[in-house]
Protein backbone atom coordinates (compact mmCIF):
# COMPACT_ATOMS: atom_id res chain seq x y z
CA UNK A 1 0.00 0.00 0.00
CA UNK A 2 1.16 3.43 -0.63
CA UNK A 3 0.49 6.09 2.21
CA UNK A 4 1.25 10.34 2.19
CA UNK A 5 4.05 9.89 4.38
CA UNK A 6 6.60 7.33 3.23
CA UNK A 7 10.05 7.24 4.31
CA UNK A 8 12.97 4.85 4.94
CA UNK A 9 12.81 2.14 8.18
CA UNK A 10 16.14 3.90 8.96
CA UNK A 11 14.15 7.61 8.84
CA UNK A 12 11.60 6.32 10.92
CA UNK A 13 14.36 4.79 13.37
CA UNK A 14 15.63 8.03 13.52
CA UNK A 15 12.87 9.84 14.25
CA UNK A 16 11.37 8.27 16.75
CA UNK A 17 13.22 6.80 19.46
CA UNK A 18 12.03 4.56 21.41
CA UNK A 19 8.38 4.78 19.88
CA UNK A 20 10.17 2.74 17.03
CA UNK A 21 9.35 -0.86 18.08
CA UNK A 22 5.46 -0.10 18.55
CA UNK A 23 4.87 1.96 15.87
CA UNK A 24 6.67 0.40 13.02
CA UNK A 25 7.55 -3.15 14.63
CA UNK A 26 3.77 -3.33 15.95
CA UNK A 27 5.33 -3.87 19.76
CA UNK A 28 2.44 -3.60 22.48
CA UNK A 29 3.30 -1.67 25.57
CA UNK A 30 2.49 -3.06 29.13
CA UNK A 31 -0.93 -2.41 30.20
CA UNK A 32 -1.97 0.35 32.72
CA UNK A 33 1.59 2.64 31.94
CA UNK A 34 0.63 4.87 29.07
CA UNK A 35 0.65 8.62 29.81
CA UNK A 36 -2.59 9.00 27.91
CA UNK A 37 -4.88 5.75 28.93
CA UNK A 38 -5.80 8.77 31.96
CA UNK A 39 -6.27 11.94 29.88
CA UNK A 40 -9.34 13.74 30.21
CA UNK A 41 -8.96 17.03 28.03
CA UNK A 42 -11.37 17.78 25.14
CA UNK A 43 -8.57 17.37 22.32
CA UNK A 44 -7.70 15.49 19.11
CA UNK A 45 -5.52 12.10 19.26
CA UNK A 46 -3.03 12.20 16.69
CA UNK A 47 -0.48 10.13 15.19
CA UNK A 48 3.00 9.56 16.93
CA UNK A 49 4.46 9.56 13.87
CA UNK A 50 3.26 11.74 11.18
CA UNK A 51 0.58 13.61 13.39
CA UNK A 52 -2.31 12.79 11.34
CA UNK A 53 -5.61 13.35 13.62
CA UNK A 54 -6.84 9.75 14.45
CA UNK A 55 -9.42 10.10 16.95
CA UNK A 56 -11.57 13.10 19.28
CA UNK A 57 -11.61 12.91 23.00
CA UNK A 58 -15.36 12.67 22.91
CA UNK A 59 -15.35 9.43 21.08
CA UNK A 60 -12.55 7.87 24.28
CA UNK A 61 -13.88 5.66 26.93
CA UNK A 62 -12.55 3.52 30.06
CA UNK A 63 -12.50 0.30 28.67
CA UNK A 64 -10.94 -1.08 31.97
CA UNK A 65 -8.11 -2.46 29.55
CA UNK A 66 -5.38 -0.39 30.67
CA UNK A 67 -4.50 1.14 27.01
CA UNK A 68 -6.46 4.20 25.88
CA UNK A 69 -9.70 3.06 24.11
CA UNK A 70 -11.81 5.10 21.56
CA UNK A 71 -15.23 3.76 19.65
CA UNK A 72 -14.52 5.86 16.55
CA UNK A 73 -11.72 7.16 15.02
CA UNK A 74 -12.10 10.88 13.30
CA UNK A 75 -12.79 9.67 9.84
CA UNK A 76 -12.85 5.76 8.21
CA UNK A 77 -10.24 6.77 6.44
CA UNK A 78 -8.00 7.90 9.41
CA UNK A 79 -7.30 4.17 10.08
CA UNK A 80 -6.57 1.01 8.02
CA UNK A 81 -7.76 -2.32 9.30
CA UNK A 82 -5.33 -5.23 8.58
CA UNK A 83 -6.24 -8.77 9.67
CA UNK A 84 -3.42 -9.63 12.27
CA UNK A 85 -2.76 -13.39 12.82
CA UNK A 86 0.18 -13.17 15.42
CA UNK A 87 0.02 -14.78 18.98
CA UNK A 88 -1.93 -17.65 17.52
CA UNK A 89 -5.31 -15.56 17.18
CA UNK A 90 -6.76 -13.40 14.75
CA UNK A 91 -7.04 -9.50 15.57
CA UNK A 92 -8.02 -6.56 13.61
CA UNK A 93 -4.81 -4.58 13.52
CA UNK A 94 -5.04 -0.73 13.32
CA UNK A 95 -2.31 0.99 11.38
CA UNK A 96 -2.53 5.18 10.84
CA UNK A 97 -4.35 5.43 7.32
CA UNK A 98 -1.40 8.56 6.31
CA UNK A 99 1.64 6.57 7.37
CA UNK A 100 0.87 2.98 7.71
CA UNK A 101 2.20 3.11 11.32
CA UNK A 102 0.75 0.19 13.96
CA UNK A 103 -1.59 1.91 16.63
CA UNK A 104 -2.98 -1.03 18.18
CA UNK A 105 -6.22 -3.07 17.43
CA UNK A 106 -9.76 -3.08 17.62
CA UNK A 107 -12.24 -5.36 19.19
CA UNK A 108 -16.41 -5.38 18.64
CA UNK A 109 -16.25 -5.73 22.58
CA UNK A 110 -17.41 -2.47 23.82
CA UNK A 111 -21.44 -3.24 24.16
CA UNK A 112 -21.82 0.13 26.37
CA UNK A 113 -20.46 2.71 23.20
CA UNK A 114 -22.88 3.85 20.80
CA UNK A 115 -20.84 1.38 17.72
CA UNK A 116 -19.91 -1.42 20.03
CA UNK A 117 -16.33 -1.05 18.59
CA UNK A 118 -12.92 -0.35 21.03
CA UNK A 119 -10.10 0.68 19.10
CA UNK A 120 -7.70 -0.09 21.74
CA UNK A 121 -3.75 1.85 21.47
CA UNK A 122 -0.70 2.20 22.23
CA UNK A 123 -0.43 5.16 23.96
CA UNK A 124 2.69 5.41 22.79
CA UNK A 125 2.01 5.26 19.26
CA UNK A 126 -0.59 8.19 20.10
CA UNK A 127 0.35 12.09 20.54
CA UNK A 128 -2.73 14.65 22.25
CA UNK A 129 -3.37 18.11 21.33
CA UNK A 130 -5.47 20.08 23.60
CA UNK A 131 -8.35 21.74 22.21
Partial sequence: MTYKV???EQEWRDELGDRYSILREAATE???SGALLDEKRSGTYTCGACGAALF???AKFDSGSGWPSFFESVDPDAVELKTDGSLGM???E???GTCGS???HLFDDAYQTPTGDRYCMNSLSLD???N
Fill in 6 to 8: EKT
Fill in 94 to 96: VLC
Fill in 56 to 58: KSG
Fill in 90 to 92: VRT
Fill in 30 to 32: RPW
Fill in 102 to 104: HLG
Fill in 128 to 130: FTE
